[in-house]
Nanobody, 127 residues
Framework: QVQLVESGGGLVQAGGSLRLSCAASGRTFSRYAMGWFRQAPGKEREFVAV????????RYADSVKGRFTISRDNAKNTVYLQMNSLKPEDTAVYFCAADRGDGYFYAPEKENDFSSWGQGTQVTVSS
């Protein structure tokens, strides 16, 4: 599939902002729907956001809607997650993921809908 590398995680106080980036390899990046997931200590990995191949459609988990924004720049093979108004409960390892790259958008939200995963980047929000 495609190789993904996340960056931009770190430590921030509640109410602050972070911007995560996910750099992808390959010349067919525009055929992949891209998603963000997160996994907090002691919890299951959960869906955060997904964006369609051309960036025209986005979907968010209820817990982050209105605070997080997913975007992509296909010319740079990069997907972003802008996180504002961060809360301690946002603390987690954040993972970038790519679907199977067939060019169709089915609004995937399950882990099994995605074929490629990054290594994750830690986001810690202090109170």
């Amino acid at each position: 599939q495609v190789q993904l590398v996340e960056s931009g995680g770190g430590l921030v106080q509640a109410g602050g902002s972070l911007r995560l980036s996910c750099a992808a390899s390959g010349r067919t990046f525009s055929r992949y729907a891209m998603g963000w997931f997160r996994q907090a200590p002691g919890k299951e990995r959960e869906f955060v956001a997904v964006i369609s191949q051309k960036g025209t459609i986005t979907r968010y988990a209820d817990s982050v809607k209105g605070r997080f924004t997913i975007s992509r720049d296909n010319a740079k093979n990069t997907v972003y997650l802008q996180m504002n108004s961060l809360k301690p409960e946002d603390t987690a390892v954040y993972f970038c993921a790519a679907d199977r790259g067939d060019g169709y958008f089915y609004a995937p939200e399950k882990e099994n809908d995605f074929s490629s995963w990054g290594q994750g980047t830690q986001v810690t929000v202090s109170s």
